[in-house]
């Protein structure tokens, strides 16, 4: 099985008030708990199931991710740029493993 | 304390019996190792707004509008049903006073309808979101998303898939 390696893709600057993209993804099994193994036995469920960015400590963008979410989930979302400050990127999976990356944004005025 | 709500509501769900009925079913059906696909094709539905307005009504129990603001693109025809492209936009303008507080999709047709909810914020972010999705098999897929009053919009789109992206 692929280890995590979690990946985000996200301007290192913006002026104020611009829309950013950002593009998350994270190498991931995605096992839905409905499969079952050769002897018969139902491989149990694992998937990330929550995805939280935050902008200087604020969620700006959350996502609840279901069984129904393709393996190595990616996302892509669009944020507003306020002022200079730090991007936190946490996956979170069940069982409580927890895959975060943080990133710089210059903003200019 | 709206936002409290739409959480609660969410919570709740998973554990209500309307809609874990269907899932069971289709669920044990798969665990037995009968193809899904079968099972799901003597249920065929029509598909038509009703249905789907009915379906997000035993989810959230509120009514939803069909609605031309909120877009839902899917390809019509995917190979594969393991990672079928997703994008979702809603028009808001995102002002503390209307905005978008989350988009919820569901693929009615799959052995879990739910898919994904996604969460904005106003000022902070724009409500507009692509990932890649699991469907089972040809299917509407259904979108809806509340505003900040309390309304909610809804949208469908027929998307058909090949193969089984669940098993």
């Not at chain 1, 998937?47 to 400590?57: A, E, L, M, Q």
């Not at chain 2, 209500?16 to 669920?27: C, D, M, N, Q, S």
């Not at chain 2, 079968?38 to 509120?62: C, F, M, P, Q, W």
Request: glycine share 6%; with cysteine; net charge negative.
């Amino acid at each position: 099985m692929l280890s995590s390696m979690p990946r985000i893709q996200v301007p290192s600057s913006a002026t104020k008030g611009e829309i950013f993209q950002v593009k998350a993804l994270i190498s991931h099994q995605m096992e839905t708990g409905l499969r079952r193994d050769n002897e018969g036995d139902v491989i149990p469920r694992k998937i990330i199931h929550k995805f939280v960015c935050r902008y200087n400590g604020a969620d700006v963008f959350v996502a609840d991710l279901h069984e129904a979410v393709a393996a190595n989930p990616y996302l892509e979302f669009y944020l507003r740029a306020t002022e200079s400050g730090r991007l936190e990127f946490v996956w979170h999976e069940d069982g409580g493993g927890v895959y975060s990356l943080a990133h710089q944004l210059l903003v200019a005025q | 304390m709206l936002n409290v709500q739409s959480y609660q509501e969410e919570g709740v769900l998973q554990e209500t019996p309307a809609t874990g009925l269907t899932r069971r079913e289709l669920f044990l059906a798969s665990a037995a190792g009968v193809a899904s696909v079968t099972i799901v094709s003597l249920a065929k539905a029509h598909d038509d707004v009703d249905e789907a307005a009915e379906l997000i009504k035993r989810l959230t129990g509120r009514i939803a509008i069909a609605s031309d603001r909120l877009h839902l693109v899917m390809p019509r025809t995917f190979p594969n049903g393991y990672t079928v492209p997703l994008n979702v936009e809603i028009d808001s303008p995102m002002t503390e006073s209307d905005y978008v507080r989350y988009v919820r999709v569901v693929a009615p047709r799959n052995p879990l309808i739910e898919v994904a909810t996604f969460h904005f914020f106003p000022q902070l972010s724009q409500p507009r979101v692509s990932t890649r999705i699991r469907l089972a098999e040809p299917q509407d897929v259904l979108a809806f998303a509340e505003l900040n009053d309390g309304t909610l919009l809804m949208t469908k789109t027929w998307v058909d898939v090949a193969t089984n992206g669940c098993a």
